[in-house]
Nanobody, 125 residues
Framework: QVQLVESGGGLVQAGGSLRLSCAVS????????MGWFRQAPGKEREFVAA????????AYADAVKGRFTISRANAKNTVYLEMNSLIPEDTAVYYC??????????????????WGQGTQVTVSS
């Protein structure tokens, strides 16, 4: 089945930037809406951003709007999350997810069908 592998996480100072990538295999990438979620210790998984299968619709959580940019390269079977102006509150494990139901661009994590293992992002003060 569909497999997702995140990469690009790491340690960064506040104000810095990081670009996450999610490589998808085992499915038809362009048939999925793609999302990014994150989970900090002791907190629920929260929506970060999503992009439709064709790239024509994009959604962001208020907490990251203006700082993060989601994009996809269907020819590369990859979705990206460009993170700028990072703050310590962004520290979390970041997950990419695929949603086979493409009518809606969804913000609810348990509605997504496939998940990666996550990549750690740590932002220091």
């Amino acid at each position: 089945q569909v497999q997702l592998v995140e990469s690009g996480g790491g340690l960064v100072q506040a104000g810095g930037s990081l670009r996450l990538s999610c490589a998808v295999s085992g499915g038809t990438f362009s048939s999925y809406n793609m999302g990014w979620f994150r989970q900090a210790p002791g907190k629920e998984r929260e929506f970060v951003a999503a992009v439709s299968w064709s790239g024509d619709r994009i959604a962001y959580a208020d907490a990251v709007k203006g700082r993060f940019t989601i994009s996809r390269a269907n020819a590369k079977n990859t979705v990206y999350l460009e993170m700028n102006s990072l703050i310590p509150e962004d520290t979390a494990v970041y997950y990419c997810a695929a949603d086979a139901s493409i009518v809606l661009l969804r913000r609810t994590w348990n509605l997504y069908d496939y998940w990666g293992q996550g990549t750690q992002v740590t932002v220091s003060s």
